[in-house]
């Protein structure tokens, strides 16, 4: 089973990859297209978002005695984890937003982000030409005063790399990616494809976003009360062939990646990196934007 439709994988892939790195306009364009696509989501479900998002401040005395953990370094208390609060509201929204504008594929796959599915339309097809399909990841991390910074925290299965595949045996593997600071540099090793070719031989590019949804913290003295939505930034990450092949972003930019929160004894498979929402910026204005969740 693992290996019954190679032979079309295989020669589909480097079909397609070729193809990306003589054409990475389509790429781009397909990364602008859904980024336009989410920011179109938000817009329309503004109301229904921050509803329910502020509805888990509204629910404290249920969940109160059973507060999630605190993450991160030294924590100092006095702000609730709301990860799980964003996941809640924004994916279940977003799947039903592609579902209804789309066709959509929940093909498995055992790594990646916790939001994913392929959509399929005409209008794919007449961006990318060799198929109608796109596969697209969405990170969903909620962050609060003290931790709304201009990246994000990746995760290696969160970013996808160059994607070698020189032998049909061997499968894809890439290059690592370095994440580069003022000070100091490691390794990343970025674990997705750039692109998949699914059994039905349908070609699926990767296309990877963020969205960080900000709370703010309301305070009656020294007591938080409430973590309602402030704004909602989105962030387009480039495409693993954009990155390494054509037009190489990691050697125009070369700081796009920085050292992550990680301790460099941990497993090198797991060492999460940086990514910075300036330098996306510098790549396309587009990559990044901001809502706000405030009545005007």
């Known amino acids: 089973m693992f290996t019954q439709y190679i032979d079309k994988q295989f020669s589909q892939y480097k079909m397609a990859v070729e193809y990306f790195e003589n054409n990475p306009q389509c790429l781009i364009k397909i990364e602008n297209f859904v980024m336009n696509e989410i920011l179109h989501f938000i817009d329309l479900r503004l109301p229904e978002i921050v509803r329910d998002y502020n509805e888990a401040s509204y629910l404290y005395p249920f969940w109160k005695n059973y507060s999630p ?15 799980e609060v964003g996941e809640q509201v924004f994916g279940n929204k977003l799947a039903r937003y592609f579902a209804a ?3 959509v594929k929940d093909s498995g796959l055992p790594s990646g982000s916790d939001d994913r599915c392929i959509i399929s339309s005409k209008k794919i097809k007449s961006i990318l030409d060799i198929t109608d399909s796109v596969w697209v990841f969405i990170d969903i991390k909620s962050v609060g005063p003290r931790d709304d910074y201009d990246h994000a925290v990746m995760s290696p299965y969160q970013v996808s790399g160059s994607g070698n595949w020189q032998k049909k045996e061997i499968g894809i593997k890439n290059d690592p990616i370095v994440a580069k600071g003022k000070y100091a540099e490691h390794d990343f090793l970025c674990s997705l494809s750039p692109v998949y070719v699914l059994s039905d031989g349908t070609i699926a590019p990767l296309v990877t976003f963020v969205v960080k949804p900000v709370y703010k913290m309301l305070s009656n003295g020294n007591e938080n009360i409430g973590q309602p939505l402030e704004r909602i930034t989105v962030a387009s990450i480039p495409n693993g062939l954009l990155l390494t092949h054509n037009p190489n972003y990691l050697k125009t930019h070369p700081t796009l990646f920085f050292p992550g929160k990680d301790d460099r004894k941990k497993d090198l498979r797991k060492i999460r990196a940086r990514i910075s929402f300036d330098v996306l910026k510098e790549i396309n204005s587009w990559r990044i934007s901001e ?6």
Request: proline share 8%; hydrophobic share 30%.
């Open 69 to 83: 953990l605190d993450r991160g370094r030294s924590p100092i208390g006095d702000q609730y984890p709301w990860i």
């Open 291 to 296: 809502i706000s969740a405030q009545e005007n």
């Open 101 to 103: 504008n789309f066709e």
